[in-house]
């Protein structure tokens, strides 16, 4: 079975910022950076429980090109992404949401 993907809020101002900011450092970076986004979101929707239970639900999938992870949870029909949040910031951050 394959799950739709649902971006909170917040974890599309993640994507748009990171990407942004990739693309500032070199034209076409931002680019890759949506493109590792898109099927690492892929990979999600076609397999969730793959990927590690890293707190009360929440999955974590790393991005293998740029160090951010996807935080998301299984719902019954979809999977919500809550972050998509780079490797330094604080491990915690993403609870807030």
Same mark, same amino acid.
């Given at each position: 079975m394959t799950y739709a993907v /649902?971006? /909170?809020?917040?974890?599309?101002? #993640?994507?748009? #910022?990171a990407a942004r900011w990739y693309e500032a450092q070199r034209e076409g970076l931002g680019h890759d950076f949506l493109d590792a986004i898109q099927h690492t979101l892929d990979s999600i929707s076609r397999s969730p429980a793959s990927y590690p239970i890293i707190h009360r639900g929440t999955r974590r999938a790393l991005i293998g090109r740029f160090p951010f992870a996807v935080y998301f949870k299984l719902e019954q029909e979809y999977l919500l992404v809550l972050a998509i949040m780079h490797g330094s910031r604080h491990p915690l951050r993403w609870r807030q949401r």
């Open positions: /649902r971006l /909170r809020e917040e974890a599309e101002a #993640d994507l748009l #910022d």
